[in-house]
């Protein structure tokens, strides 16, 4: 990468805008509303089908950021942002307890094994950004 954005190629030469560079390096994040990273690490857990084309990441969430009275109904669904653009899912629940929210569930489906390859590249930019391990249990 060159001063002023320029990323030079073997025959051409690009210029980055300012948004194409801020994306590029933007750390990968879980966002409710769009525009605003949820800081609480989320417990993850996959599960897949036999033949490995379907399945689904549960993402639990005890105590975030988002179910703050002030911002609890601005939840529109959760994002999954990374330099490669974001996924989405709009199938989030709130867990409670003594009428208290407690916790945040959502629940990502695959359908394909392309769908599958593109999750595991944003958790694995998501797991790097914020220190987090894998366990194949």
Known sequence: VLSHGWVSGPRKIYFL????????NKAAAIQFTRGIDEPIIPDIRLTRSNDGRTGRALFVFEQPEIMAPETWASITGM????????ISTRE?????????????????????????????RFAKRYANCHGMGYSGN
Do not use: C, H, T
């Open 79 to 86: 994002l999954m942002i990374d330099e490669e653009g974001e």
């Open 17 to 24: 805008s300012q948004r194409s560079m801020a994306q590029a």
């Open 92 to 120: 989030v629940n709130a867990r409670f307890v003594n009428g208290q929210p407690s916790a945040l569930e959502a629940i990502y489906v695959w359908k394909s094994e392309e769908d599958f390859e593109r999750f595991m």
